[in-house]
């Protein structure tokens, strides 16, 4: 987290200064997206018994908001956008029946897990097409967090970036926008050895607002 918190505090300094002198407001988002995880569990090998592999494909819808503040730069619009609350990535449960008594671990039960996206943050630019239409390019920043409940472990956050791709117009103060968001790999190590891979994608729809010209 204390990482994550740096790296936040540097892009909002450099965005600031960037836009600070060609300021053209600040704006509210309102959003509606989908994001597509992939991820395997490799459980740890257990008194030389091979190791488990348990993979899932999660598929979530959300809807929320954004805050954004930008400045003209050129002919580039430059801005910095913060998602105040958590995306989920996926969430689950699956039941464990210890299959030999003599296995040194037993771990029987329902195990639960819940990834998110925390206050995914990004720094982007806008450059204009034909008429009100714009290309964006836009940098992510953000943290995945994990809410488990396991047997005898516990996982992980770990801080991921990734690219936007986008697609918009503008229409007086509103803008609409259609993008799409490829992230790093997840990788997270439980603190008994478990491993989990995970790759995210994102579809997203914006609706913005500019307050301010």
Do not use: C
């Not at 994001?35 to 488990?52: A, L, P, W």
């Not at 967090?145 to 396991?150: A, F, G, M, P, Y």
């Amino acid at each position: 987290m204390k990482n994550y918190l740096k790296t936040l505090l540097g892009a909002l300094t450099i965005t600031a200064f960037t836009v600070s002198s060609a300021y053209s407001g600040m704006g509210v988002s309102l959003m509606l997206g989908q994001v597509e995880t992939d991820g395997t569990e490799t459980e740890r090998t257990v008194s030389g018994v091979t190791s488990e592999k348990n993979s899932a494909s999660k598929s979530e819808v959300y809807y929320g908001g954004s805050i954004f503040l930008e400045g003209e730069v050129g002919s580039f619009t430059l801005g910095l956008d913060v998602v105040p609350f958590k995306i989920k990535l996926g969430d689950g449960k699956r039941t464990d029946t210890t299959s030999d008594a003599n296995e040194s671990t037993q771990e029987d039960g329902t195990v639960k897990a819940e990834a998110n996206l925390d206050y995914l943050t990004t720094i982007y630019a806008h450059y204009p097409l034909t008429g009100d239409w714009y290309a964006g390019l836009g940098y992510h920043m953000t943290e995945v967090s994990t809410d488990e409940t396991l047997h005898t472990s516990s996982y992980g956050d770990q801080n991921i970036n990734g690219f936007q791709y986008a697609i918009g117009k503008n229409s007086g103060n509103l803008r609409y926008e259609l993008s799409y968001s490829d992230f790093d790999d997840i990788s997270l190590t439980s603190s008994n050895g478990d491993k989990i891979s995970a790759d995210a994608d994102n579809i997203m729809f914006k609706l913005s607002y500019l307050l301010g010209n």
